[in-house]
């Protein structure tokens, strides 16, 4: 944890801070009512906004890096490894850490310690953390044209593999067969039912490149800076690419679970989109009133992303004589009565979002950003 007074790039914050709030949302949504379906990611093949939070995540990691990057250009390659390394294994360990916590659980027979053996590997942080040290290795050791024939292999080899050793279903895809092989499945995401990863070690590869386009387009902002020239390429660009990844889902499904190449594309496409209509409504239009809610995420996004987390972690872990959970209880006995249904689930994650903006607008006012 450091104090920081870093100049910031508006958009990028406002950005970032749009994605950290409606992910606290869609992690959020209240028990006890089926939530909006544009709250909830596509059951298999599909889209749905949802589907856009995180990988818009990863996006603006790589455009966070644009502006980051130069700072270890002055390091030696052994350095710069071990700054690299070094932020990616405390962000996949902060993720490991958060699917083990609160570390014990509730049972009959009283709590217990949960068992290293049946916890989840990898995660959304996990991700994170992987395709940033990748996509770094990648800006710094290889030319421009290397990276991008590397990432296309990266989208193009991805999509064989699927084709050739599975399908794209959930339980025959070829992903599912390698992470049970290697991490088994106590060690899986068991949310669709089964034990299936959507983090899982395969479907890595093609999220690297969203990294590597957020990269990329952070460089096209500095070196063109806030212009309309700018903003039109962004903007074409952008709708370039999810024509491209349309016709490409002809062949291979859009799927987020499975985070197929044309989604890839899709997602990179919109995200170029959006970060192009926000440099021109805030730099350009010069409309900045509405951003100062946003920048409060925008500016801690980790560290509020772990706290409604762990809000919500501690919510479900703590249980009535009945065994039902604070979670469902407060939810039931609060947030159904005065709205029930879909907004009350809305009303709850509302809620939880709220209180991790106050916790980011204190430690933005002491100036304290924390930093891995």
């Known amino acids: 944890m450091r104090k920081s007074s870093a100049p910031r790039f508006l958009a990028l914050d406002v950005l ?8 606290i949302i869609v992690n959020t949504q209240g028990s006890g009512a089926a939530p909006f379906s544009p709250l909830e990611h596509a059951t298999w093949h599909g889209f749905t906004p949802t589907d856009l ?30 700054k690299f390394t070094k932020r990616a294994c405390i962000i996949f360990l902060l993720g490991y850490l958060i699917y083990w916590f609160p570390f014990v659980a509730h049972s009959k027979e009283g709590w217990h310690v949960k068992p290293i053996s049946h916890t989840r590997i990898l995660g959304v942080l996990q991700r994170i953390g992987i395709c940033y040290l990748i996509a770094s290795l990648m800006i710094r050791f290889l030319s421009t044209r290397a990276v991008w024939g590397l990432s296309i292999l ?9 084709a050739a050793w599975g399908d794209y279903t959930l339980t025959g895809n070829a992903g599912l067969k390698l992470d049970k092989l290697i991490l088994g499945d106590a ?3 068991h949310g669709e039912g089964i034990a299936f990863d959507p983090e899982g070690i395969l479907s890595t590869i093609p999220s690297v490149v969203n990294v590597i386009i957020g990269y990329y387009a952070g460089v096209f902002i500095r070196k063109h800076g806030n212009t309309d020239f700018t903003v039109s390429r962004l903007m074409i660009t952008g709708a370039s690419m999810v024509a491209i990844a349309y016709f490409w889902h002809l062949l291979f499904p859009i799927n987020k679970k499975l985070w197929t190449s044309p989604f890839v ?24 009133k509405w951003t100062g809610f946003f920048e409060v995420f925008g500016k801690n996004p980790l560290a509020i992303y772990i706290l409604s987390e762990l809000i919500a972690i501690l919510l479900y872990t703590f249980t009535n004589k009945d065994g039902r959970s ?7 006995n609060f947030f159904q009565k005065i709205a029930p249904g879909a907004w ?20 933005d006012r002491k100036k304290i950003y924390i930093r891995v």
């Open 16 to 23: 970032r801070g749009l994605t950290v709030c409606f992910m």
């Open 53 to 82: 939070v995180f990988p818009t995540f990863l996006f603006v990691v790589g455009n966070a890096m644009a502006f980051s990057m130069g700072k270890s250009e002055m390091m030696s390659n052994s350095q710069a490894i071990w």
């Open 154 to 162: 990266f989208l193009l080899g991805y999509w064989v593999i699927m």
């Open 187 to 189: 060690h899986m995401y």
């Open 265 to 288: 594309f899709y997602t990179c496409g919109l995200d170029l989109l959006i970060l192009g209509t926000l440099i021109y409504i805030i730099e350009i239009r010069n409309r900045k």
């Open 326 to 332: 604070w979670y469902q209880l407060v939810n039931k």
């Open 344 to 363: 009350g689930a809305l009303f709850f994650a509302l809620a939880v979002m709220l209180t991790c903006w106050v916790a980011g607008w204190w430690m």
